[in-house]
C-alpha cells in the first residue's frame, strides 16, 4: 500500500529554518516525480516546489524561490524541503505528492507555523 508520511513541521521564528521530510513506501519512489504543496487556512492548497525522478529537475514557486530548496535520495525513499528565512506567510500545512504513471499519491501534511 502507498504511502507518504511527512515529519519536521513545527513553530519556528520569522528568519529561522526548518527542514521537512517526506518518507515513501509501497511503490517505486525513485520513478516518481515528487512536489510540497502547501494549504493555509482559509486558502486554496498551492504548489511550492517539485524535483524529477532523478533529481535532476527542480522548480520553484515565486514566493519562494532562494529561500527554500528541494531534494531527494532516492536510496533512502525521501524527500526533502529546506526551508529558509521563513515568514509569516509561509504559515500553512505542507504536504508531499508523489506521481508516478497515473498514480497520484498525498501525505497527510505536517503544520508549520511561522511566529514570534
Known amino acids: 500500500q502507498a504511502q507518504l508520511v511527512e515529519s519536521g513541521g513545527g513553530l519556528v521564528q520569522p528568519g529561522g529554518s526548518l527542514r521537512l521530510s517526506c518518507s515513501a513506501s509501497g511503490f517505486t519512489f525513485s520513478r516518481s516525480a515528487t512536489r510540497w504543496y502547501r494549504q493555509a487556512p482559509g486558502k486554496e492548497r498551492e504548489w511550492v516546489a517539485g524535483i524529477s525522478s532523478s533529481g535532476s529537475i527542480v522548480n520553484y514557486a515565486d514566493s519562494v524561490k532562494a529561500r527554500f530548496t528541494i531534494s531527494r535520495d532516492n536510496a533512502k525513499h525521501q524527500v526533502y524541503l529546506q526551508m529558509n528565512d521563513l515568514k509569516p506567510e509561509d504559515t500553512a500545512v505542507y504536504y508531499c505528492?508523489?506521481?508516478?504513471?497515473?498514480?497520484?499519491?498525498w501525505g497527510q501534511g505536517t503544520q508549520v507555523t511561522v511566529s514570534s
Open positions: 505528492n508523489a506521481i508516478i504513471w497515473s498514480d497520484n499519491y
